[in-house]
């Protein structure tokens, strides 16, 4: 029941940010690079907080830093998406947060340069999982898949409090029925990204010191690929990998290739859940299975990637 309460109350919540985000004029106008052609809501991903707060009030206050660092990283965003900040400015904030989660899941044990290289990959993937949020649905599909799989864990393996993936799972669900959509009523914005994916790898690194095993990382493997071998083509490139851009695989298959959006968002997280469930079984394997699993997945993942970019951008750029 309690469940369906909070549904409701985050339903409402999101309808009554759209009459602030139209009475504010906080809108994404499209531009060379946006993959929609009319203006639209920006923000709409500010209910994935909301989705945390539920919890936070409900489960008596629990992981209070970790609330602390998803509450800085929320307002720095969402002042992002109203009026451009500094990448000096959000990356400050970016690492005190994270700094707030390690010190939640009592990570300050290790040494400090496996600190700071784990600071730095965290960043760098809240930042990547923000970089990917650029057509209909992308997010709240890939969301559902990756929350799906640590929700599906947290029921054998006792590492966080599944309300908190319940309810922002929940969250989620509330921004897809407006943002998975032809024409989308809103957009998660800088806002939504960031709080949604600083809230998954949460329960990731939770779950990987529970089970000191690596492999779980790979429930991020899809978005990775994508991420990764975007920022090696455009550094190669001279570019700046902070300004907006649409070379993405996923941005490619549905601009230039002209597949159908939410089909694209459905099967980045198809894949990404598939990839999990593998994940989930070999995590039962010795660790030269997993090795190999890893290795190999990942190769087969990249070589698929380079020749299926190359040939759309062969087929439809060049």
Not at 57 to 73: E, V
Not at 120 to 148: E, H, K, P, R, W
Not at 263 to 269: N, R
Not at 294 to 301: D, E, F, P, R
């Amino acid at each position: 029941m309690i469940y369906a309460l909070v549904f409701v109350v985050l339903f409402v919540l999101e309808l009554l940010y759209f009459k602030i985000a139209d009475r504010f004029n906080i809108i994404d106008k499209p531009n060379e690079r946006s993959s929609h052609t009319t203006i639209t809501l920006r923000g709409g991903g500010i209910i994935f907080y909301f989705g945390a707060l539920a919890f936070f009030i409900l489960s008596g206050f629990q992981c209070p830093w970790f609330f602390l660092g998803l509450t800085l990283m929320t307002v720095v965003s969402f002042a992002d998406d109203v009026m451009t900040l500094s990448n000096k400015v959000r990356l400050l904030i970016h690492f005190a947060s994270v700094l707030l989660m390690a010190y939640e899941l009592n990570l300050f044990d290790m040494p400090w340069y496996f600190l700071l290289l784990a600071f730095i990959i965290v960043v760098g993937v809240i930042n990547a999982y923000n970089f990917m949020d650029g057509i209909n649905g992308i997010t709240a599909c890939y969301s559902l898949a990756v929350g799906g799989l640590l929700l599906w864990m947290s029921h054998s393996i006792d590492f966080i409090n599944p309300d908190l993936l319940i309810y922002t799972l929940l969250s989620v669900l509330v921004f897809a029925f407006f943002n998975f959509r032809t024409k989308a009523k809103c957009f998660a914005g800088d806002v939504g990204s960031v709080a949604i994916a600083f809230i998954l790898l949460f329960a990731l690194v939770a779950l990987i010191i529970k089970t000191q095993n690596l492999i779980y990382i790979l429930f991020l493997a899809v978005y990775g690929i994508d991420a990764i071998w975007t920022i090696i083509r455009r550094l190669s490139k001279g570019e700046n990998i902070f300004k907006a851009h649409r070379s993405h695989l996923y941005q490619y298959l549905a601009n230039e290739a002209g597949v159908n959006k939410l089909l694209v968002s459905f099967l980045y997280a198809a894949v990404q859940f598939l990839i999990g469930v593998l994940v989930i079984r070999m995590a039962q394997e010795n660790l030269n299975m997993q090795v190999f699993f890893a290795v190999g997945l990942l190769s087969g993942m990249s070589l698929c990637y380079l020749l299926g970019k190359k040939y759309l951008i062969k087929k439809y750029v060049n």
